[in-house]
């Protein structure tokens, strides 16, 4: 059976997934490169938390666990800096067309 510690960690976790879903649906497009920022700043948290694990574990789970934490944070940094640079690009203006005025 499980622990109660790790029931209601996982108990947490599902409810966080569930809430997290529903708020992402209400937002508008608008505003999803700014909460993608958001995001990256957790994501960087994220990242030196699950080094910090993967460095101090001794159990082959916890490390496994924090190696993929790693790997997915990792994914949504640069997928969120991907998605900033290309919203950046928008606003830059062509230089051949100001040269040709």
Not at 2 to 10: N, Q, R, S, V, W
Not at 76 to 88: E, I, K, S
Request: hydrophobic share 50%; net charge positive; proline share 3%.
């Amino acid at each position: 059976m499980l622990e109660g510690g790790l029931l209601i960690a996982i108990y947490v976790f599902v409810l966080a997934g569930f809430i997290g879903f529903e708020v992402i649906t209400k937002v508008p497009p608008t505003l999803h490169t700014p909460l993608m920022s958001g995001a990256n700043a957790i994501s960087g948290i994220t990242i030196i938390g699950a080094l910090l694990i993967v460095g101090s574990s001794d159990g082959l789970l916890t490390q496994i666990l924090g190696v993929a934490a790693l790997i997915l944070a990792t994914i949504n940094v640069v997928g969120g800096f991907m998605v900033t640079d290309r919203m950046l690009r928008m606003f830059r203006r062509d230089r051949g067309r100001e040269r040709s005025s």
